[in-house]
């Protein structure tokens, strides 16, 4: 069966005309196929949603209890037939509960890997490299200037910074689903043991991470009521980038802004946002992951979406590999 049959895009995202479903629409569609609870990926309306587990509870915390009509999850490596059409999810290493998913019909297989990373987390199950007709990669740093460093380096230098400025609360920006719990992980794994403040968005996922084993130690919220503001020295807070221009931010004392992101390599946006000590922490590969997860996995087409696209397509093609872009629109960097 050619590739272009058993899936290809539309308007309302990539659609399986064989299986009759779409995976991550950006629009409501009859049967849905979720990599992740990122809300790029994950939208509420659609009639019948498949995901796993966990990514159907998230979207549950981040859409409501009404998210869709009908839900069904599956286990990674379980596979399952859509109207003639075998399915299966295997993790992506993204964020809790993300997945890769593979599509296949007489003989013919693509893997639509969502948005993926490579690097350890030990807050979600990690990518497993998946054989393929055809691979379908995002693209977000898909430029060779974008080699993340260690992660653990990173929080080395917030660790850092609390020591030298130990009167200042510690603001770090950082998305609410994965990149939040991330950085807290990676707090506790630098062998920081005080209490982690929040902002109230970034609670019930929290809670949730933690009901599902992932040890988060002592979060406290990041309120009034809490704490006064002049008792926040010295402590880190996190919240989510948006937090950070209203009033919620201003109660802090003599606040050290800090952004955890992959975009942080780019200084120019920190300086935009008026970032003093930037975080490059990505839960999406660079470039040098996402080439080596192609060779790796040697599929004969790559098709590639939401990012980069070009430059990709270009390596893929310098390197024997038919590679294409896809065009597909919606999809933003909420995870980054």
């Known amino acids: 069966m050619k590739p272009e049959a ?15 479903f779409h ?7 009859s049967r849905a196929l979720i990599t992740h609870g990122h809300s790029d990926h994950a939208r509420p309306g ?9 990514t ?6 981040r859409l ?20 003639g059409v075998t399915v299966s999810f295997h993790p992506a290493g993204h964020v809790l509960g993300s997945a890769q998913i593979a599509i296949e ?23 497993v490299p998946v054989a393929c007709d055809v691979f379908i990669t995002e693209a977000t740093f898909a430029l060779p200037v974008f080699h993340h460093p260690d992660p653990m380096r990173e929080i080395g230098r917030l660790i850092t910074s609390l020591s030298q400025f130990p009167d200042r609360s510690h603001l770090v920006g950082a998305y609410a689903l994965g990149k939040a719990q991330r950085v807290i992980s990676l707090i506790r794994r630098a062998g920081y043991d005080e209490p982690v403040y929040i902002h109230g968005a970034l609670a019930r996922l929290s809670e949730y991470y933690t009901s599902e084993g992932i040890p988060l130690g002592e979060i406290r919220p990041a309120t009034d009521d809490a704490m006064a503001a002049d ?3 010295g402590k880190v807070v996190i919240g989510p980038p948006s937090a950070f221009n209203d009033r919620w931010a201003r109660r802090f004392h003599d606040p050290l802004s800090i952004f955890a ?71 933003e960097d909420e995870g980054d």
């Open 64 to 83: 409501g209890p009404d998210f869709c009509h009908s839900e069904q999850a599956i286990a990674f490596g379980q596979s399952l037939d859509v109207n």
């Open 231 to 233: 008792g926040f020295r």
């Open 23 to 29: 995976v991550d629409p950006v629009r409501p569609v």
């Open 261 to 331: 992101s992959g975009w942080m390599m780019i200084r120019q946006r920190a300086k935009q946002r008026g970032v003093e000590l930037p975080l490059v922490i990505s839960d999406h590969c660079d470039w040098p992951e996402l080439t080596a997860t192609i060779r790796e996995i040697a599929p004969e087409q790559v098709w590639v979406t939401h990012g980069r696209e070009e430059a990709l397509v270009r390596w893929c093609e310098l390197n024997g590999i038919a590679a294409r872009p896809l065009h597909l629109v919606g999809y």
């Open 6 to 20: 058993l899936l290809h895009p539309t308007p309302e995202g990539l659609y399986c005309p064989s299986g009759d």
């Open 105 to 127: 019909k007489e003989g013919t297989r693509i893997v639509v890997s969502g948005d993926y990373k490579r690097s350890s987390d030990p807050t979600c199950a990690p990518f």
């Open 46 to 54: 659609h009639e019948k949603v498949l995901a796993t587990r966990q």
């Open 56 to 61: 159907l509870d998230i979207m549950r915390i």
